[in-house]
């Protein structure tokens, strides 16, 4: 029998904001927010607008509460809002499936680097119960779930490092120009500077260990085998761009940071905080308060922040 789809329902604000938790790093976005209404597995749910969650990998904004009384009436809900959704299900699985089943199919081809961001706008959706949807047209990443698929290099890259870069440069919309200098702190084996070299920069990078022996021959690429800790700001001298992948404690890491920019000798900052055992959540917040910056995770950070300064 076919059930009738019932009366529309107008959706209800919920005066929520809801952030998806890059994953496995849902207790670190609990621990950054503080206060939240609710957990359902990676979603997090919190009161009031939109607070700083550099764990989140999609941010919900301004999500309503639908109630629905059948699949169709539920996928006539959303498409009535507008046309892209990306689900995210917690529970349900199969009655959600159902629902998207009804839904303008997502078929995203793989990106090929360097694209713009897609201009139509993307909207997540989930089912709080058989008979209500969690709703939000406008979410901070136009990407579903905040992934980006890449269509993968896998001859030049010596790793798969790049793809951080890769994710970066296209969220931002923005990546280091032909000529400009790019200091490329923990290099080795070279993902990061390939991807430099390929924007046309010139790149100075500094490792303990030796590059990639192909990277190493890239013309425009000058290896200093050294620690990122004595190559100091004066020696090296002025950079349009620093990046750091070195492998050491986030303070550690503020330690150096701070030394380049009190020298004014670098005019933009890339670094990768990287995290061993608990999260250190001072020294995140320490790197979040320096003007102008902003911290998040890249969907290919590890356990680590991407810390910038533009
Ligand atoms: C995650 S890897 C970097 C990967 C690189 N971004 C890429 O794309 O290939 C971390 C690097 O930090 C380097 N490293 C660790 N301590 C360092 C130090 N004190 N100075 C310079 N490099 C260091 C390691 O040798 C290692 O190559």
């Not at 749910?45 to 639908?66: H, T």
Request: glycine letters at 6%.
């Amino acid at each position: 029998m076919v059930k009738p789809e019932g009366p529309e329902s107008a959706p209800l604000p919920t005066g929520l904001t809801v952030y998806l938790a890059a994953d496995g790093f849902v207790d670190d976005l609990v621990a950054e927010l503080g206060a939240v209404e609710a957990v359902h597995d990676r979603l997090v749910l919190a009161a009031g607008p939109p607070r700083p969650a550099a764990w989140a990998q999609n941010i919900w904004f301004d999500p309503v509460r639908i109630p629905v009384a059948s699949i169709g009436a539920a996928a006539k809900a959303l498409r009535a809002m507008q046309r892209n959704w990306a689900l995210y299900a917690f529970h349900l699985h199969r009655r959600a499936a159902l629902i998207e089943a009804k839904l303008p199919p997502l078929r995203p081809k793989p990106l090929v680097f360097p694209a713009p961001l897609p201009a139509a706008p993307l909207g997540s959706w989930t089912l709080l119960d058989a008979g209500t949807l969690l709703a939000a047209p406008r979410c901070s990443s136009p990407f579903r779930h905040g992934e980006i698929a890449f269509a993968e290099n896998k001859t030049a890259p010596p790793n798969r490092a790049y793809l951080k870069l890769w994710e970066l440069f296209t969220r931002l919309q923005r990546q280091p120009q032909r000529g400009e200098i790019c200091l490329d702190l923990g290099a080795s084996p070279g993902g990061w500077s390939w991807v430099l070299h390929e924007c046309g920069a010139r790149v100075i990078a500094v490792d303990k260990a030796p590059l990639d022996a192909r990277i190493a021959a890239l013309s425009g690429v000058e290896m200093r085998q050294q620690s990122a800790f004595a190559a100091a700001p004066e020696d090296i001298g002025p950079v349009d761009w620093l990046f750091s992948d070195v492998i050491c404690y986030p303070a550690r890491l503020l330690g150096l940071v701070e030394r380049w920019l009190a020298s004014g000798l670098a005019r933009r900052f890339v670094c990768t905080l990287k995290f061993q055992g608990p999260t250190d959540h001072e020294t995140a917040q320490r790197f979040a308060a320096i003007p102008g910056s902003q911290l998040f995770h890249l969907h290919n950070n590890k356990h680590e922040l991407t810390w910038i300064r533009l």
